[in-house]
């Protein structure tokens, strides 16, 4: 089963570039540290990947379930929720 930790306002006011393509990815699919597209598009490893969902996660803006040895991650309902609120007041 996914797990989801409380969302951060604060961090979501302050995701930089990369952290924001990740999270538009996974607003369409499952993502992974392991996304060769992803890494290619943000010129990353998979080390450097793998820290920036776990941090996006730590903040509740993703939300991952275990696949086998791999790590899925997906927008948390509650980043969705916001990223939507924040979207309509436009």
Do not use: C, W
């Not at 969302?7 to 979501?12: A, N, R, T, V, W």
């Amino acid at each position: 089963s996914a797990s989801t930790l409380p969302l951060d306002f604060e961090k979501i006011t302050v995701l930089n570039d990369s952290e924001i393509s990740i999270v538009e990815a996974s607003i369409a699919r499952e993502v992974s540290p392991s996304d060769t597209a992803l890494q290619a598009y943000l010129a990353v490893g998979r080390p450097r990947l793998s820290q920036i969902f776990n941090g996006l996660h730590k903040s509740g803006i993703l939300s991952v379930r275990k696949k086998g040895r791999t790590r899925l991650f997906r927008i948390s309902d509650q980043a969705k929720a916001h990223f939507t609120d924040v979207h309509m007041e436009a």
